[in-house]
């Protein structure tokens, strides 16, 4: 039981919505190996909260009364915690995606959103550090090309081509083991690759390296 428990993806919910709240909690946890480890219907309880729950996914609403998401977002990034942040919001834009992307959100979704896919895009960001759709990739290059500094010291041709292989596949979701198993490659190695990659382009997360493969395209 106790190594199930520790398999489990933990998860936190803040929203001011209580009645939402507490089905999303019911559904979450009925439905896969998932554990919701805390809720709150406000940013400012949460931070206070936060620290008492190791939180692998945190399901954020945008705009709350007590402390909304952008004060969450914005200290939970001066504490530079591991807890991946889903923001999941009826003020959902496409355009606002790479303002959520420099806030610190590794996805962003409407909460017209179906559950079953809400799951899946929890396990993807478990898993890979971060979910984009093909449509708010295409407004992140938009939004990117002209307007953002080079993250970056070195240019596209200082990468190798098992770099961009590796970078590639980051963008399509793929975790450590499915880019391990394409490029017939260890796990270990494409760490390796992810790592250097990191390096390379002055990024500090997965998020950001989908951020520099839109700025070089």
Same mark, same amino acid.
Do not use: W
């Given at each position: 039981?106790?190594? %199930? #428990? ?11 919505? !209580? ?16 554990? $919701? !480890? ?19 996914? !945190? ?16 200290? *939970? ?19 606002? %995606? ?19 896919? *809400? ?5 993807? $960001? ?12 295409? $407004? %992140? ?6 307007? *953002?500094? #080079? ?7 200082? !990468?190798? #081509?098992? #770099? ?32 250097? *990659?990191?390096?390379?382009?002055? $990024?500090?997360? %997965? ?11």
């Amino acid at each position: 039981k106790i190594n %199930m #428990e520790h398999s489990k993806i933990k998860i936190g919910i803040v929203d001011d919505d !209580l009645l939402f709240v507490q089905l999303l909690k019911n559904y979450i946890e009925n439905n896969g190996d998932f554990q $919701v !480890l805390l809720t709150s219907t406000g940013g400012y309880h949460f931070l206070k909260e936060q620290d008492s729950a190791s939180l692998d996914i !945190l399901i954020l609403d945008l705009r709350m009364t007590n402390g909304d998401g952008l004060e969450v977002m914005a200290e *939970l990034a001066k504490k530079e915690t591991e807890t991946k942040i889903i923001v999941l919001s009826s003020f959902y834009r496409r355009s606002f %995606m790479g303002q959520m992307l420099k806030m610190g959100a590794h996805a962003f979704l409407p909460k017209e959103i179906e559950l079953e896919e *809400l799951l899946s895009v929890i396990k993807t $960001v478990h898993h890979t550090g971060h979910y984009f759709s093909n449509d708010q990739i295409n $407004v %992140m290059r938009t939004q990117l090309s002209n307007k *953002l500094p #080079e993250f970056h010291a070195f240019s596209r041709n200082e !990468l190798t #081509e098992r #770099e961009i292989d590796v970078l590639r596949l980051v963008c399509q979701q793929l975790s450590t083991k499915e880019i391990a198993d394409s490029l017939f490659i260890s796990p270990k190695t494409v760490e390796t690759h992810k790592t250097n *990659l990191m390096i390379k382009t002055g $990024v500090k997360n %997965m998020a950001g390296l989908v951020i520099y493969a839109v700025q070089n395209k």
